[in-house]
């Protein structure tokens, strides 16, 4: 037995013995055949950019990021806001279900009634920032719009009532305040300095759940999700965990610094099942302290319609003033003025920043004030930063050279002066819808009855108690809250003029022009 099993295991040595030989004299025969570019080392075959450098590395750095500290520094400034709205009464147009069988046979005008309506109490939750020990506290507008009374609950379950500084619709910025002093701050960091896959943490009350923090990365940068018309938006994109009650909180680096305020998400179930975005503070810190210093933000506008050169979905689609498709005609603009991306100028604004310098229609933005601009959101933050009156630095490529411009940048207004908070004081009168019986006596369908007039702008334009105005600047007005917005819209243009029409109770026709500009 045991000489059979000698002589198997020697059998075996000498298989895997001459299995082994057969392959180097394999791999020896082979080698003599292969040509002589084929044993060339990787970096020969495939050579690469010399100027790309490798993070630096060491063991300590491999080892997880520690983000212990930075979250226990943000989440003490991290607040829960709980925002109120009475319980209103509303005239609301409802449609009567009778119009259709019986017409105007009894009365009926327009198959629609006006009717009063109690509306019930809303309460909505968010997230906000301290930014100063003496109470004054960053968020979105969203999470406090229409709050007849706001609560600030901090992290250790004090809680301030909060009282409403300024608002920033455009931004979706807020600042509030709650008394007292000595609270816990974040220090604020530079957002433009952050980099894409840096780690950071999202601070906040998700689903009304205090004191929340979630990590992630860094995707992408100046994204734009094109949700308003007249928004700003510049955010950061990340996949930390950022859900509903998030909004207003911070986005905080690995240092513990808040580089964001969390303002949206984008998700097809609601939840985060996608990523968050979050306002850079380089906005932030302006529109905030515009609000505490004027009351309203100083916004500046360069004054030129553009053209991004980046091709987008639908290009291929879209088909220009000359009938070709839109892509084709970036594609030419590129190559015509040797910029493969920027903002191509198409039309200089009449009176805005850019009619009074050097930028020229078919100028490619390249960059302001050193910041590369590729897209429309990369030059809505480099503006944003800045104030009526700011000298910029405008980079373009022109004759397919770069040149620098500099502008100087003006208001809405198309002026270098600081606007003010527009509000209906400025008016100095008093307003309500008319009266049921009024409307029927006059056969009217809306209107707003000037009810008292003091010293103001509606005095100034001639504008008496009694008076009815139908329209302003063209617009039906129905309600107290359309007229404000016309105003705050008017305020923005050159003119800022309100052009009022409207009657007497006696059914003579008026016409008046309103100055809303303030002096």
Do not use: C
């Not at 960091?189 to 759940?209: I, M, Q, R, T």
């Not at 097809?268 to 609000?291: E, Q, R």
């Not at 933000?297 to 979905?313: C, D, F, W, Y």
């Amino acid at each position: 037995m045991k000489q059979t099993t000698k002589n198997i295991l020697g059998v075996a040595a000498i298989v895997l013995l001459s299995s082994g030989v057969a392959g180097l004299t394999t791999y020896k025969m082979l080698q003599k055949n292969m040509p002589a570019d084929s044993t060339a080392a990787f970096s020969d075959m495939f050579r690469q950019n010399p100027n790309v450098r490798t993070a630096a590395y060491s063991a300590v750095d491999a080892q997880p990021i520690d983000l212990t500290e930075a979250a226990e520094n943000s989440v003490h400034a991290v607040v829960h806001i709980r925002s109120t709205q009475a319980s209103k009464v509303q005239e609301v147009e409802v449609r009567d279900p009778f119009s259709e069988f019986f017409g105007d046979f009894f009365g009926g005008r327009g198959g629609t009634q006006r009717r009063q309506v109690q509306t019930p109490e809303r309460t909505g939750f968010g997230s906000g920032v301290i930014i100063s020990k003496d109470g004054y506290i960053v968020t979105n507008n969203h999470v406090i719009a229409g709050a007849d009374e706001i609560s600030v609950t901090l992290n250790d379950n004090r809680q301030f009532k909060g009282r409403i500084i300024g608002t920033d619709e455009n931004t979706d910025l807020a600042l509030i305040k709650i008394e007292g002093d000595d609270f816990p701050t974040i220090p604020v960091g530079d957002s433009d300095a952050l980099k894409v896959g840096e780690w950071v943490l999202a601070v906040g009350n998700p689903f009304n759940l205090t004191s929340t923090v979630t990590a992630g990365i860094v995707s992408a940068k100046a994204r734009s999700l094109g949700m308003a018309k007249e928004s700003i938006e510049s955010y950061i994109q990340t996949d930390a965990a950022i859900n509903q009650g998030n909004s207003g909180g911070a986005l905080v680096n690995a240092r513990g610094e808040l580089i964001g305020i969390n303002a949206a998400l984008f998700s097809p179930t609601g939840s985060n099942t996608g990523y968050g975005f979050a306002i850079p503070t380089s906005i932030m810190k302006k529109v905030v302290s515009d609000l505490k210093q004027f009351g309203a933000v100083q916004r500046v506008l360069l004054g030129v319609k553009v053209t991004p050169l980046i091709e987008e979905a639908g290009d291929t689609q879209i088909k220009d003033e000359s009938g070709k498709k839109f892509s084709d005609v970036k594609k030419e603009a590129r190559e015509k003025y040797n910029a493969i991306d920027g903002l191509w100028v198409r039309e200089i604004v009449e009176g805005g920043s850019a009619a009074g310098s050097d930028l020229k229609v078919d100028d490619v933005i390249i960059g302001m004030d050193g910041k590369t601009i590729r897209k429309y959101a990369d030059l809505q933050e480099a503006l944003a930063k800045h104030r009526p009156g700011d000298k910029a630095q405008v980079k373009v490529m022109r004759d397919k050279k770069e040149k620098t411009i500099e502008v100087t940048l003006k208001n809405e207004q198309g002026t270098t002066k600081v606007v003010k908070n527009t509000d209906m004081d400025i008016l100095g009168a008093a307003f309500r819808p008319v009266p049921d019986e009024l409307k029927k006596q006059l056969n009217l369908g809306y209107g707003l009855e000037v009810t008292g007039v003091s010293n103001g702008k509606m005095a100034e334009g001639g504008v008496r108690k009694g008076f009815i105005i139908l329209k302003v600047n063209n617009i039906p007005m129905k309600t107290v809250e359309d007229l404000e917005k016309v105003m705050k819209e008017a305020s923005k243009t050159q003119e800022q003029v309100l052009f009022i029409t409207g009657m007497f109770p006696s059914g003579k026709r008026g016409s008046y022009a309103v100055s809303v500009a303030q002096d």
